[in-house]
């Protein structure tokens, strides 16, 4: 999973897609502790992941923007 992966939101804004796909690796006992050892909580790892973790891994956005204005 890309750190700059941009995914257009849902209808209310909310990053829907990447959380459905950041489930699959909220499996992976790999992956678990990969994110334990940089600091997310359980709290932030269950479910689709905590709104702190999609924000963190999930560059997301309209797809028509500029790289630039995604990172503001």
Do not use: I
Request: glycine share 14%; with cysteine.
């Amino acid at each position: 999973m890309s750190p700059l992966s941009r995914v257009p939101g849902d209808e209310d804004g909310q990053p829907a897609p990447s959380r459905e796909h950041l489930h699959g690796h909220l499996q992976t006992p790999y992956n678990l502790a990969k994110f334990r050892r940089l600091g997310y909580t359980d709290d932030d790892l269950s479910g689709c992941g905590s709104n702190r973790l999609v924000d963190d891994l999930v560059f997301w956005g309209d797809p028509d923007m500029g790289p630039a204005e995604g990172l503001g």
